[in-house]
């Protein structure tokens, strides 16, 4: 959950279930790649979940294009779990969990080079990137602000440590009427 209000940027409160990047306490940098959506039905068991082909086979796009981000990079020794289903609220999505040990693996500056790389994803983006942009440039017709920007702690609660969520599922609170930013899954 984040509510962040500062000048010239207005009141938004939001709610984002996906990591952009991650470096944690431990030294340990995360991302994920994580698609398909479905509501979790009251009893139901996530792992009991039943996922479309369309659904299976976006979510493997965006984990692809993670990997291809660390091939870039020169990265391959990095740490890759999933597909698997995870509750996010009331909602399951398909979820792959990549991780890199920053102790074993010297790499200083994969955060904000990942961050670079992925940014913004294909979630909110689209695929491939380039072409998905400029199409949204030309058809969107409106100025997102910062739906589907990120935004998180950075250096905190110490240097180095890091969390940036991609802002999905948010709103933004003007004084007459609150306006909710949701893409279609
Ligand atoms: C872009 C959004 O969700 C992303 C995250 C989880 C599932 C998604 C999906 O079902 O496609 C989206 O990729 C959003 O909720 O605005």
Redesign the pocket.
């Known amino acids: 959950m984040s509510l962040v209000s500062a000048p010239g940027a207005g009141t938004w409160l939001g709610a984002s279930?996906?990591v952009l990047v991650e470096v944690d306490e431990q030294g340990v940098f995360r991302t994920m790649a994580?698609?398909?959506?479905q509501a979790l039905a009251p009893g139901a068991l996530p792992q009991h979940a039943i996922w479309r082909q369309k659904?299976i086979e976006?979510q493997a796009l965006v984990a692809r294009y993670i990997v291809s981000c660390f091939k870039q990079l020169r990265l391959r020794e990095y740490e890759e779990t999933g597909p698997r289903t995870v509750v996010a609220g009331q909602l399951l999505?398909l979820r792959t969990d990549f991780a890199v040990n920053l102790r074993q693996v010297p790499f200083p500056t994969l955060g904000t080079d990942m961050l670079r790389l992925l940014h913004p994803t294909s979630?909110?983006g689209g695929m491939p990137k380039q072409a998905a942009l400029s199409f949204l440039q030309e058809h969107e017709g409106y100025d997102r602000a910062y739906y589907s920007g990120f935004l998180g702690p950075v250096n905190l609660p110490q240097a180095g440590v890091s969390r940036l969520f991609v802002n999905?599922?948010c709103l933004q609170l003007h004084p007459s009427r609150p306006f909710c930013?949701?893409?279609p899954?």
């Open positions: 279930p996906e994580l698609a398909g959506t659904e976006e999505h979630a909110v999905l599922r930013m949701q893409a899954g």
